[in-house]
């Protein structure tokens, strides 16, 4: 009796220690990692993050979009062009800011009391 409680134990464990691996095998690749853009999604974020149509961007507004500053600028002139931020792109160094959440704020209209202050509409 005490050995097939122990097999079963045994069974039962191993069992949760492969299911446990398989799973964790599936989710690693996603959990915290920018997955790459198709060359299109690239260029709109690009589009996005270049709204001046400057043709570089400095660190501060490449922050958003760029997970890795420093490895984007390949020619280390402290901005990324183009090129530079669509090759990090393609490398997966760039991620949407407009798909990662909802963003801040109360939801809805407001309209104004005059005295500035604001309250939700219902």
């Given amino acids: 009796m005490l050995k097939s409680a122990?097999?079963?134990?045994?069974?039962?464990?191993?069992?949760?220690a492969t299911a446990s691996a398989q799973t964790s095998g599936t989710t690693s690749g996603t959990t915290g990692a920018t997955q790459k853009m198709t060359q299109a999604e690239c260029q709109s974020v690009w589009s996005k993050a270049d709204a001046s149509s400057a043709g570089s961007l400095t660190q501060a507004q490449a922050q958003p979009y760029v997970t890795n500053f420093t490895s984007a600028d390949t020619n280390k002139d402290s901005?990324?062009?183009?090129?530079?931020?669509?090759?990090?792109?393609q490398?997966?160094?760039?991620?949407d800011t407009a798909t990662t959440g909802a963003g801040s704020g109360a939801s809805g209209t407001t309209t104004g009391t005059g005295s500035g202050a604001t309250t939700p509409k219902n």
Avoid at 79 to 89: I, M, Q
Avoid at 91 to 95: A, S
Wanted: charged share 10%; proline share 0%.
């Fill in 6 to 16: 122990l097999t079963a134990s045994a069974i039962l464990f191993l069992g949760v």
């Fill in 79 to 89: 901005k990324l062009s183009s090129a530079e931020f669509l090759a990090a792109c």
């Fill in 91 to 95: 490398q997966g160094m760039v991620k």
